[in-house]
Protein backbone atom coordinates (compact mmCIF):
# COMPACT_ATOMS: atom_id res chain seq x y z
CA UNK A 1 0.00 0.00 0.00
CA UNK A 2 1.00 3.70 -0.71
CA UNK A 3 -0.14 6.31 1.29
CA UNK A 4 1.23 10.20 0.30
CA UNK A 5 1.25 12.61 2.85
CA UNK A 6 -0.55 14.54 1.81
CA UNK A 7 -3.87 14.50 -0.08
CA UNK A 8 -6.36 17.26 -0.50
CA UNK A 9 -9.93 17.22 0.67
CA UNK A 10 -11.34 20.15 -1.82
CA UNK A 11 -13.86 18.84 -4.68
CA UNK A 12 -17.46 20.20 -6.01
CA UNK A 13 -17.83 23.18 -4.16
CA UNK A 14 -14.71 24.45 -4.12
CA UNK A 15 -14.60 24.04 -7.69
CA UNK A 16 -17.97 25.34 -8.40
CA UNK A 17 -16.79 28.34 -5.91
CA UNK A 18 -13.76 29.51 -8.04
CA UNK A 19 -15.66 29.04 -11.25
CA UNK A 20 -18.29 31.49 -10.03
CA UNK A 21 -15.41 33.67 -9.00
CA UNK A 22 -13.45 33.78 -12.42
CA UNK A 23 -16.68 34.40 -13.88
CA UNK A 24 -17.47 37.44 -11.91
CA UNK A 25 -15.88 41.20 -12.42
CA UNK A 26 -13.32 40.67 -9.55
CA UNK A 27 -10.40 38.23 -9.63
CA UNK A 28 -8.42 40.22 -7.33
CA UNK A 29 -9.31 41.04 -3.77
CA UNK A 30 -12.82 41.96 -4.08
CA UNK A 31 -16.33 40.91 -2.34
CA UNK A 32 -15.10 37.12 -1.82
CA UNK A 33 -12.35 38.19 -0.19
CA UNK A 34 -14.54 40.12 2.09
CA UNK A 35 -16.78 37.33 2.50
CA UNK A 36 -13.74 35.56 3.80
CA UNK A 37 -12.77 37.59 6.20
CA UNK A 38 -16.21 38.24 7.46
CA UNK A 39 -16.89 34.72 7.96
CA UNK A 40 -13.15 33.66 9.22
CA UNK A 41 -13.73 36.41 12.04
CA UNK A 42 -16.94 35.55 12.74
CA UNK A 43 -15.74 31.63 13.59
CA UNK A 44 -12.94 32.91 15.84
CA UNK A 45 -14.71 35.41 17.76
CA UNK A 46 -12.54 38.17 16.43
CA UNK A 47 -13.47 41.57 14.94
CA UNK A 48 -11.22 41.77 12.73
CA UNK A 49 -9.75 39.92 9.98
CA UNK A 50 -7.13 40.60 7.02
CA UNK A 51 -7.01 38.26 3.92
CA UNK A 52 -3.46 37.98 3.27
CA UNK A 53 -1.16 35.82 0.94
CA UNK A 54 0.37 34.09 3.51
CA UNK A 55 1.04 33.58 7.40
CA UNK A 56 4.48 34.79 6.91
CA UNK A 57 2.58 38.07 5.15
CA UNK A 58 0.51 38.24 8.28
CA UNK A 59 3.62 38.28 11.16
CA UNK A 60 5.86 40.22 9.24
CA UNK A 61 3.05 42.91 8.46
CA UNK A 62 1.67 42.86 12.40
CA UNK A 63 5.71 43.53 12.94
CA UNK A 64 5.84 46.46 10.41
CA UNK A 65 2.61 47.70 11.95
CA UNK A 66 3.48 47.81 15.71
CA UNK A 67 6.78 49.77 14.35
CA UNK A 68 9.47 47.29 15.29
CA UNK A 69 12.61 48.18 13.21
CA UNK A 70 16.52 47.92 14.77
CA UNK A 71 17.35 47.89 17.97
CA UNK A 72 14.39 45.83 19.04
CA UNK A 73 14.14 42.40 19.89
CA UNK A 74 11.23 39.57 19.60
CA UNK A 75 10.81 36.60 21.64
CA UNK A 76 10.26 33.30 19.40
CA UNK A 77 10.70 29.67 20.11
CA UNK A 78 13.27 27.63 18.68
CA UNK A 79 11.41 24.63 17.57
CA UNK A 80 8.93 26.24 15.16
CA UNK A 81 9.08 26.66 11.18
CA UNK A 82 11.69 29.42 10.29
CA UNK A 83 9.53 32.40 9.10
CA UNK A 84 8.54 32.63 12.47
CA UNK A 85 11.89 33.94 13.42
CA UNK A 86 12.84 35.36 9.50
CA UNK A 87 10.18 38.19 10.01
CA UNK A 88 11.77 39.74 12.94
CA UNK A 89 15.05 39.81 11.22
CA UNK A 90 13.52 41.12 7.69
CA UNK A 91 11.93 44.03 10.09
CA UNK A 92 15.76 44.58 10.86
CA UNK A 93 15.12 43.51 15.04
CA UNK A 94 16.25 40.56 16.91
CA UNK A 95 15.03 37.09 17.33
CA UNK A 96 15.54 36.02 20.69
CA UNK A 97 15.06 32.27 20.25
CA UNK A 98 14.45 30.24 23.28
CA UNK A 99 13.26 26.47 24.73
CA UNK A 100 9.86 25.08 24.49
CA UNK A 101 8.11 22.58 26.34
CA UNK A 102 9.42 19.11 26.85
CA UNK A 103 6.17 17.53 26.51
CA UNK A 104 4.20 19.74 23.55
CA UNK A 105 6.96 21.63 21.90
CA UNK A 106 4.84 24.57 22.40
CA UNK A 107 7.12 27.78 24.04
CA UNK A 108 7.86 27.53 27.59
CA UNK A 109 6.55 30.26 29.14
CA UNK A 110 9.16 30.31 32.11
CA UNK A 111 11.69 30.40 29.19
CA UNK A 112 9.84 33.39 27.96
CA UNK A 113 9.90 35.43 31.52
CA UNK A 114 14.22 34.77 31.44
CA UNK A 115 14.03 36.23 27.80
CA UNK A 116 12.64 39.66 28.12
CA UNK A 117 14.61 42.03 28.17
CA UNK A 118 14.65 46.22 27.97
CA UNK A 119 14.29 45.66 24.48
CA UNK A 120 11.42 43.44 23.73
CA UNK A 121 8.68 44.58 22.10
CA UNK A 122 6.80 41.72 21.00
CA UNK A 123 6.19 37.87 21.92
CA UNK A 124 5.24 35.41 18.95
CA UNK A 125 4.28 31.68 20.36
CA UNK A 126 3.88 29.01 17.97
CA UNK A 127 0.54 26.91 18.35
CA UNK A 128 2.86 23.82 17.34
CA UNK A 129 1.18 21.04 15.46
CA UNK A 130 -2.24 22.07 16.41
CA UNK A 131 -1.43 22.45 20.10
CA UNK A 132 -1.83 25.83 21.92
CA UNK A 133 0.39 27.94 24.20
CA UNK A 134 -0.68 28.78 27.60
CA UNK A 135 -2.10 32.23 26.17
CA UNK A 136 -3.43 33.43 29.16
CA UNK A 137 -0.24 33.29 31.13
CA UNK A 138 1.04 34.90 28.16
CA UNK A 139 -1.39 37.48 27.66
CA UNK A 140 -0.84 38.58 31.63
CA UNK A 141 2.54 38.09 31.31
CA UNK A 142 2.74 40.97 28.12
CA UNK A 143 0.30 43.19 29.71
CA UNK A 144 2.41 43.40 32.83
CA UNK A 145 5.53 44.30 30.79
CA UNK A 146 4.16 46.09 27.92
CA UNK A 147 4.68 43.95 24.95
CA UNK A 148 2.99 42.60 21.94
CA UNK A 149 1.75 39.25 21.38
CA UNK A 150 1.41 37.86 17.77
CA UNK A 151 0.67 34.71 17.33
CA UNK A 152 1.87 32.10 15.12
CA UNK A 153 -1.38 29.88 14.46
CA UNK A 154 -0.27 28.39 10.99
CA UNK A 155 -1.63 25.07 12.43
CA UNK A 156 -3.96 26.31 14.61
CA UNK A 157 -7.55 27.21 12.94
CA UNK A 158 -9.56 25.42 15.35
CA UNK A 159 -7.65 25.18 18.41
CA UNK A 160 -8.86 26.14 21.68
CA UNK A 161 -7.19 26.13 25.16
CA UNK A 162 -8.81 27.35 28.41
CA UNK A 163 -11.82 28.55 26.99
CA UNK A 164 -9.69 30.84 24.09
CA UNK A 165 -9.24 30.24 20.85
CA UNK A 166 -6.14 32.13 18.46
CA UNK A 167 -6.78 36.03 18.37
CA UNK A 168 -9.01 36.37 21.62
CA UNK A 169 -6.19 37.32 23.98
CA UNK A 170 -3.18 38.62 21.67
CA UNK A 171 -2.60 41.76 19.43
CA UNK A 172 -2.89 39.71 16.61
CA UNK A 173 -2.65 36.19 15.01
CA UNK A 174 -1.48 34.77 11.75
CA UNK A 175 -3.00 32.20 9.92
CA UNK A 176 -1.55 30.01 6.88
CA UNK A 177 -3.80 28.26 4.24
CA UNK A 178 -1.24 26.61 2.63
CA UNK A 179 -1.61 23.48 0.70
CA UNK A 180 -1.69 21.02 3.71
CA UNK A 181 -3.32 23.25 6.28
CA UNK A 182 -6.73 22.20 7.57
CA UNK A 183 -7.94 24.67 5.33
CA UNK A 184 -6.32 25.26 1.96
CA UNK A 185 -6.36 27.39 -1.17
CA UNK A 186 -2.63 26.42 -2.10
CA UNK A 187 -1.27 29.74 -0.89
CA UNK A 188 -2.82 32.38 1.72
CA UNK A 189 -3.19 33.55 4.55
CA UNK A 190 -5.00 35.99 7.56
CA UNK A 191 -4.32 37.95 10.07
CA UNK A 192 -7.02 38.64 12.92
CA UNK A 193 -7.26 41.26 15.74
CA UNK A 194 -9.60 42.82 17.92
CA UNK A 195 -8.37 46.13 17.50
CA UNK A 196 -9.58 48.64 14.83
CA UNK A 197 -6.88 50.76 14.50
CA UNK A 198 -4.47 47.57 13.98
CA UNK A 199 -6.74 46.19 11.66
CA UNK A 200 -6.83 49.28 9.13
CA UNK A 201 -3.28 49.76 9.67
CA UNK A 202 -2.53 45.93 8.19
CA UNK A 203 -5.08 46.62 5.81
CA UNK A 204 -3.35 49.76 4.43
CA UNK A 205 0.13 47.90 4.75
CA UNK A 206 -0.93 45.12 2.53
CA UNK A 207 -1.78 47.49 -0.65
CA UNK A 208 1.42 49.55 -1.33
CA UNK A 209 -0.07 51.31 1.44
CA UNK A 210 -2.70 52.75 -1.01
CA UNK A 211 -5.38 54.97 0.67
CA UNK A 212 -7.97 53.35 -1.63
CA UNK A 213 -8.07 49.44 -3.20
CA UNK A 214 -8.74 48.38 -6.40
CA UNK A 215 -12.40 47.42 -5.59
CA UNK A 216 -12.77 51.05 -3.89
CA UNK A 217 -11.08 52.57 -6.95
CA UNK A 218 -12.78 51.05 -9.91
CA UNK A 219 -16.46 50.48 -8.18
CA UNK A 220 -19.19 52.84 -9.73
CA UNK A 221 -16.81 55.56 -10.45
CA UNK A 222 -13.40 55.87 -10.28
CA UNK A 223 -11.61 57.37 -7.04
CA UNK A 224 -7.86 58.88 -6.91
CA UNK A 225 -6.28 57.11 -4.30
CA UNK A 226 -2.98 58.37 -2.47
CA UNK A 227 0.16 56.72 -1.51
CA UNK A 228 -0.19 57.22 2.87
CA UNK A 229 2.82 55.72 3.51
CA UNK A 230 5.49 52.64 2.47
CA UNK A 231 3.47 49.76 1.93
CA UNK A 232 4.07 46.01 0.92
CA UNK A 233 1.54 43.61 -1.68
CA UNK A 234 0.11 40.91 0.21
CA UNK A 235 -3.40 40.97 -0.70
CA UNK A 236 -5.81 37.83 -0.95
CA UNK A 237 -7.48 37.51 -4.18
CA UNK A 238 -11.26 36.69 -4.81
CA UNK A 239 -10.11 33.23 -6.04
CA UNK A 240 -8.27 32.20 -2.88
CA UNK A 241 -11.06 33.32 -0.87
CA UNK A 242 -13.50 31.56 -3.35
CA UNK A 243 -11.72 28.58 -2.58
CA UNK A 244 -11.55 28.76 0.95
CA UNK A 245 -15.25 29.80 1.75
CA UNK A 246 -17.12 26.89 1.32
CA UNK A 247 -14.48 24.66 3.18
CA UNK A 248 -15.45 27.19 6.58
CA UNK A 249 -18.90 24.91 6.34
CA UNK A 250 -16.72 21.43 6.62
CA UNK A 251 -14.40 22.81 9.50
CA UNK A 252 -15.65 20.81 12.24
CA UNK A 253 -16.64 17.42 10.33
CA UNK A 254 -12.94 17.04 8.69
CA UNK A 255 -11.81 18.00 12.32
CA UNK A 256 -13.70 15.27 13.97
CA UNK A 257 -12.57 12.57 11.03
CA UNK A 258 -8.45 13.70 11.71
CA UNK A 259 -9.40 13.57 15.88
CA UNK A 260 -10.55 9.52 14.88
CA UNK A 261 -7.86 9.11 12.99
CA UNK A 262 -5.35 10.67 15.94
CA UNK A 263 -7.01 8.69 18.88
CA UNK A 264 -6.32 5.16 16.71
CA UNK A 265 -2.56 6.44 16.59
CA UNK A 266 -2.13 7.25 20.13
CA UNK A 267 -3.76 4.00 20.86
CA UNK A 268 -1.74 2.06 18.59
CA UNK A 269 1.75 4.09 19.75
CA UNK A 270 1.20 3.67 23.35
CA UNK A 271 0.60 0.07 23.34
CA UNK A 272 4.01 0.19 21.63
CA UNK A 273 5.78 2.93 23.64
CA UNK A 274 6.21 5.22 20.93
CA UNK A 275 6.49 8.76 22.46
CA UNK A 276 4.24 11.57 20.68
CA UNK A 277 3.03 15.62 22.18
CA UNK A 278 0.60 15.54 24.68
CA UNK A 279 -2.89 17.76 24.63
CA UNK A 280 -3.17 19.47 27.57
CA UNK A 281 -6.29 19.28 29.71
CA UNK A 282 -8.53 22.00 28.94
CA UNK A 283 -6.86 22.18 25.54
CA UNK A 284 -8.32 21.05 22.10
CA UNK A 285 -6.09 20.44 19.44
CA UNK A 286 -6.57 21.48 15.79
CA UNK A 287 -4.98 18.39 15.22
CA UNK A 288 -3.11 19.72 12.24
CA UNK A 289 -0.28 17.24 11.84
CA UNK A 290 0.65 14.15 13.51
CA UNK A 291 4.21 14.02 15.06
CA UNK A 292 6.04 11.15 16.67
CA UNK A 293 8.87 10.84 18.71
CA UNK A 294 11.56 8.58 17.93
CA UNK A 295 14.35 7.56 19.94
CA UNK A 296 17.13 9.65 20.25
CA UNK A 297 19.36 8.45 17.03
CA UNK A 298 16.72 6.22 15.26
CA UNK A 299 14.76 9.05 13.53
CA UNK A 300 16.43 8.72 10.02
CA UNK A 301 16.55 5.28 10.06
CA UNK A 302 13.14 5.49 10.97
CA UNK A 303 12.44 8.38 8.33
CA UNK A 304 13.92 5.66 5.99
CA UNK A 305 11.88 2.51 6.73
CA UNK A 306 8.50 4.42 6.20
CA UNK A 307 9.62 5.69 2.81
CA UNK A 308 10.46 1.84 2.26
CA UNK A 309 7.12 1.10 3.04
CA UNK A 310 5.66 3.77 0.71
CA UNK A 311 4.50 5.89 3.79
CA UNK A 312 4.84 9.61 3.42
CA UNK A 313 6.76 11.47 5.75
CA UNK A 314 8.04 14.77 7.05
CA UNK A 315 10.06 16.57 10.01
CA UNK A 316 7.99 19.14 11.77
CA UNK A 317 10.67 20.47 12.57
CA UNK A 318 14.68 20.78 13.07
CA UNK A 319 15.42 23.42 15.87
CA UNK A 320 16.15 26.28 14.07
CA UNK A 321 18.77 27.85 16.09
CA UNK A 322 20.87 24.98 15.08
CA UNK A 323 20.73 26.18 11.40
CA UNK A 324 23.37 27.21 9.20
CA UNK A 325 21.61 30.89 8.92
CA UNK A 326 20.94 31.13 12.43
CA UNK A 327 24.13 29.04 14.43
CA UNK A 328 26.74 31.29 11.96
CA UNK A 329 24.96 34.59 12.93
CA UNK A 330 23.58 34.53 16.40
CA UNK A 331 26.72 32.00 18.04
CA UNK A 332 24.19 29.17 18.90
CA UNK A 333 26.23 26.01 20.01
CA UNK A 334 24.49 22.50 20.16
CA UNK A 335 22.89 22.49 23.83
CA UNK A 336 22.07 25.89 24.38
CA UNK A 337 18.20 24.99 23.84
CA UNK A 338 17.84 21.05 25.04
CA UNK A 339 14.31 20.36 25.11
CA UNK A 340 14.03 21.99 20.93
CA UNK A 341 17.32 20.41 20.01
CA UNK A 342 16.13 17.04 21.57
CA UNK A 343 12.27 17.37 19.70
CA UNK A 344 14.24 18.77 16.48
CA UNK A 345 16.53 15.21 16.59
CA UNK A 346 13.47 13.06 17.31
CA UNK A 347 10.52 14.17 15.66
CA UNK A 348 8.69 12.60 12.42
CA UNK A 349 5.51 13.77 10.81
CA UNK A 350 2.75 11.12 9.77
CA UNK A 351 -0.02 11.57 7.35
CA UNK A 352 -3.12 13.10 9.15
CA UNK A 353 -5.94 14.25 6.59
CA UNK A 354 -9.83 13.25 6.49
CA UNK A 355 -9.19 11.62 3.13
CA UNK A 356 -7.01 8.60 4.96
CA UNK A 357 -9.57 5.83 4.60
CA UNK A 358 -9.48 3.49 7.71
CA UNK A 359 -7.30 0.62 5.80
CA UNK A 360 -4.32 3.69 4.75
CA UNK A 361 -4.51 4.47 8.46
CA UNK A 362 -3.96 1.15 10.10
CA UNK A 363 -1.19 0.87 7.11
CA UNK A 364 0.30 3.81 8.65
CA UNK A 365 0.17 3.28 12.28
CA UNK A 366 0.98 -1.04 11.90
CA UNK A 367 4.61 0.72 9.94
CA UNK A 368 5.38 3.32 12.43
CA UNK A 369 5.21 0.59 14.97
CA UNK A 370 7.15 -2.15 13.03
CA UNK A 371 9.95 0.88 11.72
CA UNK A 372 10.42 1.79 15.63
CA UNK A 373 11.12 -1.72 16.42
CA UNK A 374 13.76 -2.39 14.05
Known amino acids: MKVEFYRHHLGPAEFAAVQEAMTS ?82 IDVECVKKALSRRTRAIIPVHLYGLMADMRALHALAESHRVALIEDAAHAVESERDGLKPGQASTAAAFSFYATKNIACGEGGALVTHSADFNDK ?80 GARSARHMFTIWAPLGKRDSMLQSLQEMQVGVAVNYRAIHLLTYYREKFGFKPGALPNAERIGERTLTIPLYPRLTDAEVEYVAKSVVAAHAK
Open 202 to 281: VRLLRQHGMSKSAAERYHGKYQHWDMLELGYKYNMFDIQAAMLLPQMRTIEANLKRREQISAYYETEFRKAGIAFPVVRA
Open 25 to 106: AFLTTGPKTTEFEKRFGEFLGVKHAVGLTSCTAGLFLALKALGIKEGDEVIVPAMTFIASANVVLQCGATPILIDVEADTGV
